[in-house]
């Protein structure tokens, strides 16, 4: 999924985090306290480069400031196209 369709959801200091389409028509958000992504109207604006900037931000955010633990955080963004593009091919789960 791109990041520009997509929401980032997550409960601080849990490993509760999920990513899933936006906008979010079947309420699968309601469980989460924090998100991030397309339902910022910022991210629609950005370019490619800064959106993948962005992207580490939110990653940065959810595993550093909320204390998501980093696995849990990793396998709920591989959803998320760009993220599978960015991070380093021998890693779990990267883009080839």
Same mark, same amino acid.
């Given at each position: 999924?791109?990041?520009? #369709?997509?929401?980032?959801?997550?409960?601080? #200091?849990? +490993?509760?985090?999920?990513?899933? *389409?936006? *906008? &979010? @028509?079947?309420?699968?958000? @309601?469980?989460? @306290?924090?998100?991030?992504?397309?339902?910022?109207?910022?991210?629609?604006?950005? %370019? =490619? %480069?800064? @959106? &993948? $900037?962005?992207l580490?931000? &939110?990653?940065h955010?959810?595993?550093? !400031?909320?204390? /998501? =633990? /980093?696995?849990?955080?990793?396998? $709920?963004?591989?959803?998320? +196209?760009?993220? !599978?593009?960015?991070?380093? *091919? +021998?890693? =779990?789960?990267? &883009? *080839?």
């Amino acid at each position: 999924m791109k990041y520009t #369709e997509c929401m980032i959801a997550w409960n601080r #200091e849990t +490993d509760q985090i999920a990513v899933g *389409p936006w *906008p &979010d @028509r079947t309420g699968w958000s @309601r469980g989460y @306290r924090m998100t991030v992504g397309a339902s910022f109207l910022s991210v629609g604006a950005m %370019t =490619p %480069t800064e @959106r &993948d $900037a962005q992207l580490l931000c &939110d990653f940065h955010t959810v595993v550093v !400031r909320d204390r /998501v =633990p /980093v696995e849990a955080a990793h396998v $709920a963004f591989l959803a998320i +196209d760009e993220y !599978r593009r960015l991070i380093a *091919p +021998d890693c =779990p789960g990267a &883009d *080839p």
